[in-house]
């Protein structure tokens, strides 16, 4: 081992799809190996982007070897999964320990802690908004944690101003010690896979193509879309608007309760459930809009991906994240928040008056090409690191 590198482990809960795990996939994929050396810590050894880890990277899990408990109770499997981590630090010492999402967070924190490892932790969505609709138990107990792994740690960085400014008030830490660190964009990949033919079912060319792409939870409104969906169909029995179909790619806790109300409202014709898919991309540049109907967000990936693909952006107007981003550039169209209404009205002013929705996506593209590149974030994050390293060894 070349003692000049950093050791780095990252930790993330898993290596599903989503943006925080495609992130870290992205410091696996592209930081420099003669300056760093990289380890990946998982609480669960699964998800799609697994198989896309680089050889070099040596992986670790908490469930790999185990199953639950035969007698449980509230707090046994966290307290094991932080000795867990904190042993993993100590027979395998690293430099830096960086994390995503609470849920890590409140396991890397005291180990880190413990083993006197600095840490960089990353906020990825506002807390006033995810902690507390995805934690319904000890909630209180979880916020107090979380403010002490947040405090603990060398580094903060928050993925948007809003997001920061939730946090600091959220768990009373100063505002000056979150970094905004924005998200990159894989041009390159993206561009290459935007590409290809869009084989998962055939496109009807009669119809507008609407596209949702992104974990089917709660959080992610896409019943707001559905419903939408229904109104808009009565623009179309009208003459009012040409036929749609909304394709939703991802999966998660909802999609069968989805798939049910899909069924409800006579939509299945009109509304298809695609699943995760290696390559939404192609399917997205063939899309005549992008519809997110998020709750509440940080900042999303699919948004920017969007945007570099050349396809109007509806989103819903969030404090941070898509809103936060639009009310500022005014490269998307918004709408309210939970309103089915709004985005049926506002599909039909995407196809009735196209102008506005067209107009702004060159611009949008060299807006993602001038601030969300890839070797940007990666240069950012490497100075970052090494910089916290020479820190801890003074």
Known sequence: MNPNRTRLLLCSSSMEAGG??????????????????LSLYLLYPK??????????????????????????WPGRIF??????????????????????????????????KRTQ?????????????????SEKRWLAWKKRALRRSYLSAQGLLAVGSETAASAALFY????????????????????????MPWENSSLDLRCKQVIAIGRQSDEKGHRYLIEAMALYQ????QGDAPPVVVHLVGDGVLRKELESLTDSLGLRGSV????????????LAKSDLMVLPSLYEGLPNVVLEAMLCRVPVLATNTPGGAGELFRRTGLGQLVARCSATEIANAMRRR????????????????????????????????????????????
């Open 351 to 394: 196809f009735s008056d196209p102008d506005p929705w067209l107009a702004p996506l060159e611009a949008a593209r060299q807006y993602i090409l001038e601030n969300h590149s890839m070797d940007r974030w990666i240069g950012e994050l490497s100075d970052l690191f090494e910089s916290l390293r020479r820190r801890g060894s003074h």
């Open 79 to 112: 307290a094991d999964q932080v000795r867990h981590l904190t042993q993993h630090l100590r027979s395998h010492p690293v430099d830096l320990v960086y994390d995503r999402l609470f849920h890590m967070a409140l396991i890397a924190g005291p180990a880190a």
């Open 234 to 237: 009565k623009f179309v029995e």
């Open 272 to 283: 298809l459930f695609h699943g995760v898919q290696a390559n939404p991309y192609s399917l």
């Open 20 to 37: 925080s795990e495609r992130q870290m996939l992205y410091l696996m994929q592209y930081l420099d190996r003669s300056r760093f050396d």
């Open 47 to 72: 998800g799609s982007l697994l198989e896309e880890v680089p050889e070099d990277v040596a992986v670790y899990s908490y469930w790999g070897d185990r199953s639950p408990p035969r007698w449980n």
């Open 172 to 195: 009373n830490i100063p505002r000056e010690r979150f970094r905004i660190v924005t998200s990159p964009i894989d041009v390159k990949r993206i561009e290459s896979s935007a590409q």
């Open 117 to 133: 490892t600095p840490r960089i932790a990353t906020l990825v969505s506002p807390p006033n908004e995810d902690v507390v609709r």
